[in-house]
């Protein structure tokens, strides 16, 4: 299945994959919550799930699929490579991240991981995943918002006297 707010690129990518005989296209869907209730109905082995879409978003979506559809795989297929998309599409359960500029037959290898339970992640995904792990940690990440609130008045120069 394939959900994506823009016709053009849901067509394209349907007629991609009518080059890999192993690869049948069973719907499509313009957004997130059409996408949801296929997913029940017809009960797909893979989606290729766009993250930004009117209505419900790719993240709530995959959210709704995995939580109702727990056999499906989603594969994130997006334009956005940054920190919080990438952890927070894999944090609603996608088991594939490729950007848009993917070629065919990746994606194509792409699809037919995921449906052997198999991850694969666009490099830019694992490259923005290797800069958040490696990182220092921000000062103060692992203070409560209370001790945070008194650390700012002490900056202010206030006491606790």
Request: proline fraction near 4%; aromatic fraction near 2%.
């Amino acid at each position: 299945m394939i959900v994506d707010d823009h016709n053009m690129v849901r067509r394209g990518l349907a007629v991609l994959l009518e080059d890999y005989d192993d690869l049948i296209v069973i719907g499509e869907a313009h957004d997130g919550e059409i996408a949801v209730n296929a997913c029940k109905r017809d009960a797909p082995d893979v989606v290729l799930m766009d993250m930004i879409m009117p209505r419900m978003d790719g993240i709530s979506a995959t959210h709704a699929i995995r939580e109702a559809c727990p056999q499906t795989q989603v594969i994130a297929l997006t334009s956005f490579n940054d920190e919080d998309s990438v952890q927070n599409a894999l944090k609603a359960g996608v088991v594939g991240y490729l950007m848009k500029n993917v070629s065919g037959d990746e994606l194509a290898d792409a699809i037919r991981r995921a449906h052997a339970g198999q991850s694969t992640l666009a490099p830019e995904a694992a490259q923005v995943l290797i800069h958040a792990t490696t990182r220092p940690p921000t000062i103060g990440h692992d203070l409560t918002e209370r001790e945070r609130d008194v650390l700012a008045l002490m900056i202010e120069g206030l006491s606790n006297r």
